[in-house]
């Protein structure tokens, strides 16, 4: 999205707003709106991919308050149940743990058991009791209905031990499995998502395979341990720049169910609107990623050899997009990361999922960095917390939005502040509109009849500045209106810097 000029944030102020609801006509279609409006057409037989569930995950990791007064009280060894309600409510469907570039330095067996020592974050800093770990991890993640996502240390840690984690968590039998149960949880955990190492190329970390090669040799490794205690788990690969990205894939594609991508979107000082430019480059990087995944990687694995003692990939590697989010230069707390999102940043957060949407085909997970605390959708205090701005449309897309994305395009004049993605289950069309500028006007043209009444769920704040903060716990800025459209209604006003979903039936 181009960055607009003052002089054409005063043109939107003049725009009417409204918006056009109604079906395909056949042939011209005769303009009822303005020359100044937008138009957004809705392709429903133009499938662009199923949107995997997984793209609404969240994340957690040993870092600053995320976990230990985030979401676990440690005085009194629970999870805080003010935050547990706001995350039950947010409803990810994926949770990853326990990093990270801590993972680097993360054994899993301090976690688990009556005996737990204190060690040192080596990364973060602190020091951990390891009062939170794998159990406690699978515990919160049945309890938010959300499948595990663990990642496995290939810094300080071995093959060996990574495969023994798979042994605690998934199998029926075994001395790992023995001690699960003796841990209190008898029946395997079942956790299918596994990632191999985090950020391995970044020289600064305290990780040992920086050369795409060494990884490659110690990711094969990894897997065939990982595979042998249980050939249905699915693995992340690390991603990077071109040059890794392309000798990962072409060397551990067998094996290599997604690769990971990392997108932190930003704004300049003193320009808020620089903030959509910054994640319309996000969309570049999904799109260039996933044409390597089409260059270096056959969609089907052929002639496996049957002495690995487990199959190959199954599926066409996709895109794990296992860290994503916006981290301002202006944070708090342990470097910087506890940011204050205004509702700038949630019409951010919903431009993100609308490219999720988009780039459906490519995208089989994503997790929100992080959720509590640290770049984080919920804050707390001691005493309260607090949603944030972006725990709105996390929130609503997740409830709404369909299975199957389809094709959406904006044109005309006032286009230029709208990002669009539709999606369907067959029986309903969702539409999803941010409004990032003060106003628009909006002619929406379908090529399908749609049936009943439109709903409409608008996510608003007064200006791009409001925010819900520590401070005013009892305030929220973010309103929330649902409204069914009069039968027959060929207008829908877009209210300014706004979040609008529309549904019909089909």
């Given at each position: 999205?181009k960055t ?7 043109e939107?102020?003049?725009l009417?707003t409204?918006?056009l609801?109604?079906?395909a006509?056949p042939?011209p279609v005769?303009k009822?709106f303005?020359?100044?409006a937008?138009e957004?057409?809705v392709?429903v ?11 609404y995950?969240q994340?957690?990791e ?5 976990i230990y ?9 629970r999870?805080r149940?003010d ?5 039950q409510?947010l ?5 990853r743990?326990?990093?990270g570039?801590v993972?680097k330095?993360y054994h899993?067996?301090?976690g688990?058991g009556?005996n ?8 973060w800093?602190g ?6 770990g ?5 515990r ?5 209905g ?14 060996e031990?990574?495969a023994?984690w798979?042994?605690?968590?998934n ?6 499995a023995?001690q699960?149960?003796?841990n ?5 955990y079942?956790?299918?998502y596994?990632g ?11 990780g ?8 490659i ?6 897997a ?8 249905s ?9 071109d040059?890794?990205n ?7 594609h067998p094996?290599?169910d997604?690769i ?9 000082p003193g320009d808020?609107?620089?903030?959509f ?6 969309e570049a990087?999904?799109?260039?990623l ?11 694995v052929e002639n496996?050899s ?5 199959s190959?990939r ?11 989010g916006?981290?301002e230069?202006n944070?708090?707390g342990?470097y910087?990361l506890e940011?204050?999102?205004t ?21 089989g997970?994503a ?7 640290v770049?984080?959708?919920i804050m ?6 607090i949603?944030?701005?972006v725990?709105?449309?996390?929130a609503?897309y997740?409830?709404l939005c369909?299975?199957r ?5 904006a044109t005309?004049?006032?286009?230029a502040?709208l ?12 539409l999803?509109i941010?409004?990032?500028d003060?106003?628009?006007?909006i002619d929406?043209?379908l ?7 439109w709903t ?6 007064a200006s791009i500045?409001?925010k ?7 305030t929220n ?7 069914t459209?009069?039968?027959g209604?060929?207008?829908y006003?877009?209210a300014a810097?706004?979040i609008?979903?529309?549904?019909a039936?089909?």
């Open positions: 999205m607009m000029k003052q002089q054409s944030r005063r939107f102020m003049k009417s409204g918006t609801l109604g079906a006509v042939g005769k009822l303005r020359p100044d937008a957004v057409t392709d037989s133009h499938g662009l991919g199923d949107i995997s569930p997984n793209i995950g994340f957690i040993h870092l600053g308050r995320a007064g985030g979401i676990y009280d440690d005085g009194k060894r999870f149940p935050v547990l309600e706001k995350v409510q409803r990810p469907p994926l949770l743990y326990p990093g570039t993972t330095i899993w067996k301090d688990v009556p737990r020592p204190v060690r040192k974050n080596l990364i800093g020091i951990d009791n390891n009062h939170f794998t159990d406690e991890f699978l919160y993640a049945e309890l938010l959300a499948a595990p996502f663990l990642t496995v240390n290939m810094g300080t840690g071995t093959a031990e990574a023994q798979v042994e605690y968590c199998a029926t039998a075994g001395d790992y023995t699960r149960s003796n209190g949880h008898a029946q395997p079942g956790v299918h596994w191999l190492g985090n950020e391995e190329a970044a020289k600064e970390d305290a040992r395979l920086q050369d795409p090669q060494d990884y040799k110690q990711a094969w490794y990894y065939k341990l990982m595979k042998l205690q249980d050939p788990i699915e693995l992340v690969m690390v991603g990077d720049q040059g890794w392309q000798q990962v894939l072409e060397a551990l094996v290599c997604y990971s991508l990392h997108l932190y979107a930003r704004s300049k808020p609107a620089s903030l430019a910054s994640i319309a480059a996000m990087s999904i799109q260039k996933g044409a390597q995944i089409r260059a270096f990687t056959p969609e089907k496996f049957k002495w690995y003692r487990f190959g199954q599926q066409p590697v996709r895109i794990a997009l296992d860290e994503w916006i981290w230069a944070g708090q342990a910087g940011m204050e999102y509702w700038n940043h949630a019409l951010g957060v919903a431009t993100f999922l609308n490219i999720f949407q988009r780039n459906a085909a490519v995208i997970l997790t929100w960095a992080q959720t509590v605390n770049l984080a959708p707390t205090n001691e005493t309260t917390s949603c944030q701005t725990y709105y449309p996390l609503l997740r409830k369909g299975p994305s389809v094709a959406a395009t005309g004049a006032g286009a502040a990002d669009v993605a539709a999606s369907t289950d067959g029986k309903t069309l969702t999803a941010v409004n990032r003060s106003r628009a006007a929406i043209r090529n399908a009849k749609t049936t009943g009444q409409a769920h608008e996510l608003t704040a500045e409001a819900n903060t520590l401070a005013a716990p009892a800025v973010v309103g929330h209106r649902q409204r459209l009069p039968a209604a060929k207008t006003a877009m810097h706004s609008t979903i529309l549904q039936a089909l």
